[in-house]
């Protein structure tokens, strides 16, 4: 079966650097990716890896090991608005050339002054 | 312009009723989904359509019926509603099957008294 884990709540201070963790054990991997949910509104799309190494986006950045079937999601520079749960998932070939999204439960983050 | 877009916001209905939710996106994507997220904020995906065509259908009850009348839209019918169908459902877009990134809506938050 499918099995993606990240840390439930992790919190962190305004300024500060934190990193969210993923790991995944699944079959046809196609890539991973982060979103960004603030409560009460849509996901988001912050990044995706297919290849193993760092992407780097702003203030966000994303690395992927596939061999070791783990990510992580940078943020630098914490913002309060950074506050929001993040969303590990990993893109499977469904089969018939077709790709779904699996979702780990998410990471809520906390930004505290 | 609104990327993509659904109607209603709350639902809030008895049980043994049946609803429908609808879903439409302006992006000119070929494939639409359609995800629950239940209390617990675990977004799970139930449905994908690729130019109409049904190509994902994950374990849910046959009382979920997606239906496709174009490419730009795709609506959720639920019959005989129950407790357990309570929760906030998301419809996204992505270019094709294969594009990494996808458009979620802002979601219907469903509640069953």
């Known amino acids: 079966g499918q099995n993606i884990d990240q840390p439930t709540e992790m919190t962190a201070t305004e300024g500060a650097i934190v990193q969210i963790n993923c790991t995944y054990q699944?079959?046809?991997?196609?890539?991973l990716f982060w979103y960004q949910q603030h409560a009460g509104e849509a996901p988001t799309f912050l990044s995706y890896?297919?290849?193993?190494g760092l992407e780097e986006k702003g203030r966000f950045s994303s690395f992927l090991s596939r061999s070791k079937g783990y990510s992580y999601l940078l943020l630098k520079e914490l913002q309060m608005k950074d506050s929001a749960s993040y969303l590990c998932a990993v893109s499977l070939d469904s089969g018939a050339g077709s790709y779904q999204l699996t979702f780990g439960k998410g990471t809520k983050l906390s930004v505290i002054p | 312009d609104t990327a993509v877009s659904q109607t209603p916001k709350y639902l809030v209905t008895q049980m043994g009723n049946d609803k429908s939710i609808k879903c439409e996106q302006n992006l000119g994507h070929d494939t639409m989904y359609w995800y629950k997220q239940d209390s617990k904020k675990f977004l799970k995906i139930m449905f994908s359509?690729?130019?109409?065509?049904?190509?994902i259908n994950e374990t849910v009850p046959n009382r979920f019926s997606p239906k496709s009348p174009d490419k730009a839209h795709l609506n959720l019918h639920i019959n005989s509603l129950e407790l357990g169908d309570s929760a906030v459902y998301f419809c996204?877009?992505?270019?094709?099957?294969?594009?990494?990134?996808?458009?979620f809506g802002p979601g219907t938050r469903l509640t069953v008294t």
């Open positions: 996204a877009s992505s270019q094709d099957t294969f594009s990494y990134e996808q458009y």
């Open positions: 699944t079959s046809g991997f196609n890539g």
């Open positions: 890896n297919v290849l193993d």
């Open positions: 359509y690729n130019n109409k065509e049904l190509i």
